[in-house]
Structure formats: structure tokens, C-alpha cells
């Protein structure tokens, strides 16, 4: 069994692409379940998402629908137009403005996962840039609570300022080229 609760990968432009890439080198039996925060449109562009990233993967992927908590082998898209929060004993999606398509937010849907699970969570930060949220914070307890943080390295990125800020604040623990991702990513789960 992992030490990690889970994985959560952010991303925003360039990271459907970014997340084929990843998704296609792990294996069905992963030991935790993943949580796919893309900063995409609201609307139908989630589910032909996962569509797409599951004809390139062995995990079962698919958008997220507030029924169940994932399970080990599973990565769950929060769609764009919402935010994960902490219910109780449970997490739910909730409706938010899509401002300039910038949901789900990654500091909101980072901190209610974090919150949400009681041992260290592993994140992995790709390509893109943040607009009106900021997970620094959120990923700087993460990573108190013994979680970890790869960023993708910014000379992958097809925008580079989401790994580049979080490298520049001292809020990582590897920076790895975009197609050895999944390789470091089990290396954290052994």
C-alpha cells in the first residue's frame, strides 16, 4: 500500500496533452486513485476528455460525478464549471463562474482534497499558468502533511508558468522533463 491517499494533477493550457502523455505509462492497478484538475471550458468538452485520455490508458478515466469517492485504478476529471468541495464525509462538485474558462480553480480543489483525505497526498503540477487562484499556500501544508510535489519542467511546458512559479517559490520536491512524469510518479508510490 502507497503512503500517498492519492494524486492530484493540475494543469491548465497544454495539459490534455500533457495528461495523454502521463496517463498512457500507468498501469490499471495503480494503488491510488488520481484526480485530473484541467482548467477547461464548461460543458461537454469534459467528457470527450476523458473519452480521449481513456483510448490511451489503462486506468479507467472519467469525469467526476459526485456518487462516489474514486478508487484505486480510477482518475476522475473535475469538470470545467466546477469546484470539488468537502461535504462532510463525502466530496461534491459545485457550480462556479467560469471567468476566462479558469475552472476548477486549483487552490479550492486542492485544499478540499487535501482536507478531505487523512494521509499524505502526492501532486503533480503541469503546464499552464494560474489566473485568479493561487495553490501555494494549499501545496505548502501538502506537502507539511508529508505529501510531495513534481512539477513538469518549464522547458516542457507549452506554457511554462505554473511549474516556473512554484520552482521560483521554493514549492516543489522534483522537476521532471514531461515523459518521465509517470515513471517519477511511481517511483513516489513504492
Not at 495528461?19 to 484541467?38: A, K
Not at 495553490?135 to 511549474?163: H, S, W
Not at 522537476?175 to 517519477?184: F, G, I
Request: proline share 7%; charged share 20%.
Amino acid at each position: 500500500m502507497s503512503n500517498f491517499a492519492c494524486i492530484i494533477i493540475g494543469a491548465s493550457t497544454g495539459g490534455p496533452k500533457a495528461l495523454r502523455v502521463i496517463l498512457q505509462d500507468l498501469p490499471s492497478n495503480l494503488s491510488v486513485p488520481i484526480y485530473l484538475v484541467q482548467k477547461i471550458p464548461p460543458g461537454l468538452f469534459s467528457e470527450s476528455l476523458a473519452d480521449g485520455l481513456n483510448e490511451v490508458t489503462e486506468l479507467n478515466v472519467h469525469v467526476f460525478d459526485n456518487k462516489k469517492i474514486p478508487q484505486s485504478g480510477e482518475a476522475v476529471l473535475i469538470p470545467g464549471g466546477y469546484n470539488m468541495i468537502r461535504d462532510g464525509g463525502n466530496l461534491k462538485m459545485i457550480e462556479v463562474e467560469a471567468v476566462y474558462n479558469n475552472t476548477p480553480h486549483l487552490d479550492t480543489t486542492f485544499r478540499e482534497i487535501h482536507n478531505f483525505y487523512d494521509r499524505p497526498i502526492l501532486c503533480v503540477l503541469l503546464t499552464g499558468m494560474f489566473i485568479d487562484d493561487d495553490p501555494l499556500r494549499v501545496l505548502y501544508a501538502i506537502k507539511e502533511n508529508g505529501g510531495k510535489i513534481i512539477v513538469q519542467d518549464p522547458n516542457t511546458c507549452f506554457i511554462p508558468n505554473m511549474p516556473k512559479y512554484l520552482i521560483d517559490n521554493d514549492c516543489y520536491d522534483k522537476v521532471s522533463p514531461l515523459q518521465e512524469l509517470a515513471k517519477d510518479i511511481l517511483q513516489y508510490l513504492k
